[in-house]
């Protein structure tokens, strides 16, 4: 059965859609079968991902509305092992077009019962916002990966985010847990990225991914090529870190 991972964190800039996109690519290039589902109207894990968002005839947006199945908005990207669910700024009005919509809570969940058991791993990239679509994705994953920006306010808002993760497992989804935490744009020149580091350490309660994701100038560069930096820089430091935490990832397998 395949294991759900939302990629959650409400504050924007913290490297959500990079890890997304990579962990993605990783956990494909390490032979499991991905389906990577994007929530969030920007559409970038799926530009990411080299596939047009302005090109769709359907996204996860027509699915949420129920005109269309699942199969029909799946999308084979041009890496192996990896499929996407895209989106696009329609998504953007999601929130009003279902308001209402009983249950609407769980429509990604009903949805992805049909197709779960094809993967290894069900990756879903959250909006930066504690909204519906994020909702949505929590009440279908199995666990919640933090990504963490290695910078002064980095603990702002993550207690309101736990709190969230708290509520979901209570009224939504009893087997919500969390994944864990990834430190990503780490500088290793600052000692102000060590701070932080130690910092959430000491504060939180949870699993803390020993991979540290650098900032990394091919990381930055390989989404505006549409391709993740294992394919873009397969010898970038920036590659070497997300393949090192998708076997992270993997080992964490229950």
Same mark, same amino acid.
């Given at each position: ?133 994020? /909702?949505?994705? *929590?009440?279908? !994953?199995? %666990?919640? &990966?933090?990504?963490?920006?290695? +910078? ?29 935490? /990834?430190?990503? *744009?780490?500088? !290793?020149? %600052?000692? &102000?990225?060590?701070?932080?580091? +130690? ?56």
């Amino acid at each position: 059965m395949g294991r759900i991972i939302a990629i959650a964190n409400q504050k924007g800039g913290v490297g959500k859609t990079t890890t997304a996109i990579n962990l993605s690519a990783c956990l494909a290039e390490a032979g499991k079968k991905v389906l990577t589902i994007d929530t969030d109207p920007q559409g970038n894990t799926t530009s990411g991902l080299g596939v047009d968002k302005n090109e769709l005839e359907n996204t996860i947006y027509e699915l949420l509305l129920d005109e269309c199945t699942i199969n029909q908005c799946l999308v084979k990207t041009d890496i192996d092992n990896l499929w996407l669910i895209p989106s696009n700024v329609n998504l953007a009005g999601a929130e009003i077009d279902l308001l209402d919509v009983k249950d609407k809570q769980y429509i990604l969940r009903n949805s992805l019962d049909y197709i779960k058991d094809d993967y290894d791993f069900i990756l879903i990239d959250c909006p930066p916002s504690l909204n519906m679509l994020t /909702v949505n994705a *929590m009440a279908t !994953a199995d %666990t919640i &990966l933090v990504p963490i920006q290695c +910078e002064y306010y980095a603990l702002e808002g993550l207690s309101q985010l736990l709190n969230t993760i708290d509520l979901v497992h209570e009224r939504l989804n009893e087997h919500l847990t969390m994944e864990g935490v /990834v430190f990503t *744009m780490y500088d !290793a020149r %600052t000692n &102000l990225s060590l701070q932080v580091v +130690e910092n959430v350490k000491k504060n939180l309660n949870t699993t803390i991914y020993k991979t540290i994701i650098p900032r990394n100038v091919r990381l930055a560069e390989a989404p505006s090529h549409g391709l993740p930096i294992n394919i873009y820089d397969p010898k970038s430091v920036g590659a070497e870190s997300y393949r090192n935490l998708a076997q992270e990832v993997i080992n964490r397998e229950v």
